[in-house]
């Protein structure tokens, strides 16, 4: 079976190029076996609609770590498995800006599945954002903060695929090199 990165991260502006927050939830076998949740320093001005959204202050997340600091811990994590996300473009999308931002060279493409996508097909519900589903399931979630969408959208992921999903099915790969867009 396959592993999965399934990530979350909140942003500070509307630009969505730099993360507040990440929260990583690491599914094998069918269970999470690893999970890290983590504010980010920016580096960047916040907007009072972000602020409101997530919780996170520019006060709380000054203390935190910069995004390279992080990318240490979560770049081995993020090269072992398949990435995975609910409405994995925008989750895709900012960490490409972040590493273009800083300069980091990754990788020419990273596979990845959206749980937002499988369940459209999976669950056959109006509305498939992340709370919704977590309510139809049964799943605990204090939505907007990095961990715990991270790890509702893995018990998502385990759900679906427990339902027969076929993620290949589901997996594209994103473009991760600057100022291109998501190509397949």
Known sequence: ????????????????????????????DGQVTWEYDTLINPETHFDRFNIELTGITPEAAAQAPAFPEVWETLRPVFESGILAAHNAPFD??????????????WRKYAPYVCTCRMARRCYGLPHNRLNNLCDYLGIELDHHRAGSDARAAALLLIDELGRGMNYMDFRKFYYMLPNDREVR
Request: contains cysteine; aromatic residues 10%.
């Open 1 to 28: 079976m396959e592993k999965f990165i399934v990530f979350d991260v909140e942003t500070p502006n509307y630009r969505n190029d730099r993360m507040s927050a990440i929260g990583v939830s690491v599914v094998e």
């Open 92 to 105: 895709m999308g900012v960490l490409r800006a972040c590493l273009a931002h800083y300069g980091i060279v």
